[in-house]
């Protein structure tokens, strides 16, 4: 079981909602800020700051992402490390599913950071 980032990094991700579906994370952190390992479920993320980040997967898989601020966006259950590599704060939410994909959902595993 991958770890939860509130446990991982408690400075960074704080429970802002949850019940027995979802469970819903504000993220915040500042420029060459870093997160330990951990694990998010499928989730959507809303952008509250522009910002730009670097995530580290398994296996070396890196990926730089550059996101405006009020974006919506998908992203698929993965386990990654990430930094700030940018020069502003980043504000994120994220809301997670608790629900296990429908049934005949493709099992390949998603790309490292959000998708379209």
Do not use: C
Not at 22 to 47: A, I, N
Not at 60 to 80: C, T, Y
């Amino acid at each position: 079981m991958p770890s939860d980032p509130t446990i991982t990094d408690p400075g960074l991700y704080r429970v802002v909602f949850e019940n027995d579906r979802v469970r819903v994370l504000e993220y915040r952190d500042r420029p060459g800020e870093r997160t330990h390992p951990h694990g998010h479920p499928d989730s959507v993320m809303v952008t509250l700051s522009s910002f730009r980040r670097r995530l580290h997967g398994g296996d070396g898989l890196q990926a730089d992402v550059d996101l405006p601020d009020g974006q919506v966006r998908w992203i698929g259950a993965q386990e990654h490390a990430g930094e700030n590599i940018g020069t502003t704060e980043s504000h994120s939410i994220f809301v997670e599913l608790k629900e296990p994909p429908p049934a005949g959902a493709p099992a390949d595993a998603p790309p490292l950071g959000p998708g379209t």
